[in-house]
């Protein structure tokens, strides 16, 4: 019996590595100079990958998430935002870009964006004048070309409400 009880002690403290919950785990330590590394970047990043694949409502989320952990960052603002547009609420949508725009000023990123998101409402004219500032800040961005082929696009089609296709 004592041989047993010697032989189960040896085993807890084979188990016991010295180490007490006050010592620094190896996470602490880790070098976060990098704001990547930062948890609060991790709901942007996965926010930004639901929005690529289309899951609007899942990114609108996150990025308000965001919001709530760091409520002055423009990419939050910026994907709350185009996710907004996305789900058609262009209220929440309006909101950020004016909580936005005295962020970053008029970058190509604000003019882009905002200018879809008047495309998305039909402004078109609205929407080529925000294209058009984008393109001359950056004539070669391909974000605003696409964005102008897009209005050139949506100019060759007529807008028609809903009464005009009652009769088919």
């Given at each position: 019996?004592k ?51 289309g899951?609007y ?75 058009l ?36």
């Amino acid at each position: 019996m004592k041989r047993l009880i010697v032989l189960v002690m040896a085993f807890a403290l084979v188990g016991c590595d010295g180490s007490s919950s006050f010592s620094e785990s190896p996470a602490s330590n880790k070098d976060t100079s990098n704001v990547s590394f930062y948890p609060d970047d991790e709901l942007i990043v996965s926010a930004k990958v639901q929005f690529r694949e289309g899951n609007y409502g899942k990114s609108y989320t996150m990025f308000k998430k965001a919001l709530d952990v760091t409520p002055n960052d423009p990419q939050a603002w910026l994907g709350f935002a185009a996710s907004a547009d996305m789900l058609n609420r262009f209220d929440k949508a309006d909101y950020a870009y004016r909580k936005m725009q005295p962020v970053i000023g008029n970058r190509i990123e604000f003019l882009n964006n905002y200018g879809y998101s008047m495309l998305l409402r039909g402004e078109l004219k609205t929407a080529r004048q925000y294209f058009l500032k984008a393109y001359e800040k950056d004539p070669s961005n391909p974000v605003t070309a696409n964005n102008l082929e897009m209005l050139r696009n949506s100019v060759n089609f007529p807008r028609r409400t809903r009464e005009d296709l009652k009769g088919i």
